[in-house]
């Protein structure tokens, strides 16, 4: 590993780790050591970045702001690659916002917000980086960010550009088709003029319901997909979940659907707690939940 990270330490600015503990960067607080972490900070730097680990047979993974992943304790046996630099910065041009996958969600809607453009106001207060909302299609209060796409910016494995409209992302409920290797690294996203004050109050309030319904203490989100026509909050409630504790992992109390590190919490906890309330539900209601949060590492 040493080797690689000597090899990549010549081709790129930005950091370079070895055994960077992933609980560090993931909103649960959750997760072992990834072998490599690597920081491009260009485009040009993500493709020297594919192009070593690729002719190394290093397997990779994409990091947002890791929040809405249970990463293994025991880590990843690969490379970690987080955005960094030029990908942390957005722009607007016309009624058009040109803005790198790095650059958090919730930023984006509150600058939209401020400079008095609608269509973004939905996404106040997700945490999560574009191009991790753009891979999930995040959405909230009966909109996706899929919506509001003109095109993505994408680089493959062999470090070849694609710009893709939005048929061609393939959003779906909380869901893409981005082809497993590809790295989101911008999107342009259209953008309404519109009343700022209206604007202001829309965000206002949907800032005010998450403060109500979210628990603070350290959670991925939502954990479970909703099935058609139902919440999964209402089913997990309705199996008598909530509170149910393993480990430092505990089924909120607040929302049945997330899942909160009260402290100490690790994976194997999160995927026990996972366990029983699907077994519960299942019984309870017929319903097969569906992970939303994705799980990675060993
Ligand atoms: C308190 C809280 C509230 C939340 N509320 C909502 C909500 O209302 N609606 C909602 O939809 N979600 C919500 N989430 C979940 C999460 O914020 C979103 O899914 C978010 O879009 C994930 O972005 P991320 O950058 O954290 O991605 P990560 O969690 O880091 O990664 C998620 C997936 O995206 C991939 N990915 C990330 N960046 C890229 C890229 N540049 N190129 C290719 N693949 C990439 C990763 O490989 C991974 O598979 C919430 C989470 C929390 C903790």
Do not use: W
């Not at 690659?81 to 958090?104: H, K, N, P």
């Amino acid at each position: 590993m040493e080797k690689i990270a000597r090899l990549l330490k010549e081709k790129i600015t930005g950091p370079v780790k070895t055994g960077e503990p992933l609980s560090r960067h993931t909103s649960f607080g959750i997760g072992g050591p990834a072998d490599l972490f690597v920081e491009p900070q260009t485009v040009d730097e993500l493709a020297a970045v594919v192009s070593v680990l690729r002719r190394e047979n290093l397997p990779s993974f994409l990091l947002g702001n890791g929040t809405n992943l249970l990463v293994s304790d025991a880590g990843y046996r690969g490379a970690v690659i987080r955005l960094g630099g030029e990908f942390r910065e957005f722009y607007y041009r016309d009624q058009t916002l040109v803005s790198g996958a790095a650059v958090s969600l919730a930023v984006l809607a509150r600058d939209a917000c401020r400079q008095g453009y609608a269509n973004l106001e939905f996404a106040t207060g997700i945490p999560g980086t574009l191009g991790g909302a753009l891979f999930m299609n995040a959405g909230a209060h009966g909109h996706s960010i899929g919506e509001f796409v003109l095109e993505t910016t994408l680089l493959d494995r062999e470090g070849r550009i694609h710009n893709l409209g939005p048929e061609e992302m393939g959003f779906s409920y909380r869901g893409s088709r981005i082809p497993t290797g590809m790295v989101i690294c911008s999107a342009k996203l259209s953008l309404l003029p519109g009343k700022a004050e209206e604007i202001e109050e829309k965000c206002r309030k949907y800032f005010e319901f998450r403060a109500i319904r979210q628990p603070r203490l350290p959670n991925a989100g939502s954990i479970f997909k909703n099935p058609p026509g139902d919440a999964a909050g209402r089913l997990l409630e309705a199996a008598g979940l909530k509170g149910l504790r393993i480990g430092g992992a505990m089924i909120s109390q607040q929302h049945a659907n997330f899942i909160v590190n009260c402290g100490g919490a690790t994976a194997r906890d999160v995927l026990a707690l996972i366990a029983v309330a699907r077994q519960a539900v299942r019984e309870k209601s017929g319903v097969e939940l569906e992970l939303e949060i994705k799980v990675f590492g060993e």
